[in-house]
């Protein structure tokens, strides 16, 4: 099961030995970050049970739980996803394979006809299986109310990650005209909020939505909300400045411990986070009104920031370390105002910090990896199996299998893909048959390299691409390459006969099996 508070779960961590409390009084600025860093590159307690080949595999270190911030207090845990023993635990599974049947069960029963109509029904699949959000009067996270003047984001320990995190001298920025000016008049501090669930609202549908955005510190009552144009958090936006109104929005920090894996989940816009949170909890979320907005947030919430996004005021937000390993240049977003703070009594503020991976993001990333792959092959049958390897970073390059049966199916695979949700960022695919493993990098790229005559087995096209993608001509828009590393077929091209990848018999490997012992190794 998992667990219905972050105060529950990390308990839960606790007694299994996958929590260290440093007592140590430790800075919220750049220190945290960096003991977590360490953390995250060590061995983790209980090994893992996943596909993953790769040296991250067995990382992870253990959740930490900093019980003395200077200048909060409250308690910061940090990397308490990172580790497949810990992001299962959280998601109440025993590998991410077996969650992934749940979800292959709830997208089986009886296929309608068109791909559209097989994504409309998805919320309704959710809700069959019984886990929509319930209305609940009261919740832990308003146990104590701090309203207007009263609610102060300073008090928070909200931690600097990056060095020039927040800092507009510093060069990393796309405009260093409007830079110099921001510095002297409008500046962020180097604090995010990194690990929340964004709540907004469809002001047309009624659609609720979240999104883990960062959120950077300008005030004790302001904040730049750093969503990507991409994202549904920055389309209801869009939406609400379109009516010329002021969109209501809420931070939720904690909660069910599916939650902040739940706010990551690349769901097509339209299918509510809510009813997939409630279905990897096994129970529908319980949510309690909020009391500025009009909103509605999970009742389980360590804190909740009230307030509202004001789509006229920009804010210069970043410089920020981010996920790629390189720093996100500062750039506008839209601000948000506090109007309440609620938490539980002795609250505890969760937190994570992005870098060079693996980080705790990358194993929230591979359960999504694993979780999406029944509805990737819903969306594309080509696909048996797919990786996003750990240099990557997500976005830059997945590794695809497939059964191939007819010409240039790797290609059709490969567009298939770049239309399909957030996968459609994806830099470089890398399409292999069914015998090579893309779990296992080295196999990919034995593959990869051998297989593909560049000029004739790559497909290169135009489209958006992330917005993190420091490399593309233009903020989110540049070109992708999709590789057919795959055995060619005659109609494929200019084609020569292919020679067999090198296998010894069957009966020889038993031989030697058999004898090994003899051989006195
Ligand atoms: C630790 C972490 C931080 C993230 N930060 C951001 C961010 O600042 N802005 C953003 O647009 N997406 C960010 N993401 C990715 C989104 O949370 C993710 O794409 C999600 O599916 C978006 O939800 P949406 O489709 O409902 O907008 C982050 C993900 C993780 C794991
Ligand atoms: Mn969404």
Known sequence: ??????????????????????KARVNSVLEIAEISDRISKSPSPHGHKELDRS?????????????????????????????????????????????????QQLVKPEIP?????????????????????????????????????????????????????????????????????????????????????????????????????????????????????????????????????KMPLAIALGGESVMPYAATAPLPPGIEELLFAGFLNGRGIELVKCRTIDLEVPANSEIVIEGYVDPTERLLEG????????????????????????????????????????????FLGKATERIFLPLLKMLIPDILDYSLPISGVFHNCAFVKIRKEYPYQARRVMHAIWGAGQMAFTKYIVVVDEHVNVHDEQDVLFHLFSNCDPQRDTEVVHGPVDILDHASPDLGAGSKMGFDATVKLPAEGRVRQWPKELEMDARTKELVTRRWKEYGF
């Open 1 to 22: 099961m998992a667990s219905e508070t972050l105060r529950d779960f990390i308990g839960d961590l606790d007694r299994e030995g996958e929590l260290a409390r440093v």
């Open 113 to 245: 006809a068109t791909l559209i109509e097989k994504m409309k029904r998805l919320p309704d699949l959710i809700k069959m299986a019984g886990f929509p959000p319930k209305s609940v009067r009261t919740g832990i996270c308003q146990q104590v109310v701090h309203e207007g003047n009263n609610a102060d984001l300073t008090r928070l320990p909200v931690i600097q990650c990056w060095p020039l995190d927040g800092d507009l001298t510093s060069g990393q920025v796309f405009d260093k005209a409007a830079a110099e000016k921001a510095a002297t008049t409008q500046s962020g501090t180097g604090r995010y909020i990194t690990l929340a669930g964004i709540h907004t609202r469809n002001p047309e549908t009624g659609d609720r939505n979240i999104g883990m955005y960062r959120v950077q510190l300008f005030g004790p009552r302001k904040c730049a909300m750093h969503w990507h144009l991409h994202h549904d958090g920055a389309r209801h936006c869009r939406l609400w400045q379109k009516r010329g109104e």
């Open 55 to 103: 040296p991250a595999g067995n990382l992870g270190g253990k959740a930490l739980l900093f019980e003395n911030v200077d200048g909060s207090d409250i308690p910061v845990a940090i990397n308490t996803f990172g580790s497949y023993y810990r992001v299962n635990k959280a998601l109440g599974t025993d590998n991410l394979t077996a969650l992934a049947e749940r979800v």
């Open 319 to 362: 410089p920020f370390g981010d996920h790629t390993g390189f720093y996100s240049l500062a750039d506008w977003y839209p601000a948000f105002h506090v109007t309440a703070i609620t938490h539980r009594k002795d609250p505890i503020y969760p937190t994570t910090i992005v870098g060079k991976p693996p980080m705790e993001d990358y």
